[in-house]
């Protein structure tokens, strides 16, 4: 995250970097350009094809990875603005490629930078269907509802629910088995396996209970529940 936001800082600098040098283009010494673009490529080059094999398995990486590559396409520019200002005298290309290089760093820092803030922020992991994973609770034997889920991302490639699940009669004295079967299938078909299960009997279950969160239950439901604990 604050690779990539540092990206983002240093790419709108550039663009008023670039912007004030269109309004007054600086006298640019072309060779110093070109040598110094040439040993920026060289290192840029060599670090990006260190990182790339490494970086589709960690956001870490690939923030490492498109910040190497960002710097070798602006070393490529370079070398070509230092060019074009030794044979022809363009100043303005300089101001020109400086704002083009910016706007490619802000669009892969805009681009990349929901990932690390939603892991960081506790979202829903973006590719898992939480109604399908309510559901996959719902037809374990023995359960009779669900609420309260809260499903997030809890590490860049690991998911993590809890919920309260609510158990038939009947199904009571097997709350071990029942909590294995859920923890089972959400492993198998979305690959959550960490869980944390709260178990509520059906005759004294929150009432009327928010499906997806912790939303508060009015004090006339916490009577009535408050009212079924004491009589069981």
Not at 21 to 47: F, H, K, N, S, Y
Not at 66 to 90: C, F, K, Q, T
Request: net charge negative; proline share 3%; charged share 20%.
């Amino acid at each position: 995250l604050i690779n990539y936001t540092t990206l983002i800082v240093i790419g709108f600098y550039l663009i008023y970097e670039g912007g004030m040098r269109m309004i007054d283009p600086p006298e640019v010494m072309g060779w110093t350009v070109v040598i110094l673009g040439g040993i920026a490529l060289v290192v840029d080059t060599l670090t990006a094809m260190l990182t790339y094999s490494m970086q589709k398995g960690s956001v870490n990486i690939r923030a490492l990875f498109l910040h190497n590559l960002s710097d070798a396409l602006a070393s490529v520019a370079v070398i070509v603005a230092g060019s074009m200002i030794i044979l022809y005298d363009m100043r303005l290309v300089d101001p020109t490629i400086t704002i083009g290089i910016a706007i490619y760093i802000l669009y892969l820092s805009f681009t990349e930078i929901g990932g690390p803030i939603r892991t960081l922020m506790l979202g829903s992991p973006p590719d898992i269907d939480n109604e399908a994973v309510v559901e996959a609770m719902r037809k374990v034997e023995g359960v009779a509802d669900v609420h309260h889920v809260h499903l997030w991302q809890m590490q860049e490639h690991e998911a993590a629910l809890d919920c309260h699940v609510v158990v038939a009669a009947e199904g009571w004295s097997k709350i071990e088995e029942i909590k294995s079967a859920i923890k089972k299938r959400l492993k198998e078909e979305f690959g959550i396996s960490h869980s944390s299960l709260e178990f509520e009997h059906e005759d004294r279950a929150h009432q009327n209970a928010d499906l997806y969160c912790h939303g508060n239950a009015s004090e006339k439901e916490k009577t009535n529940v408050q009212g079924n604990a004491d009589r069981a």
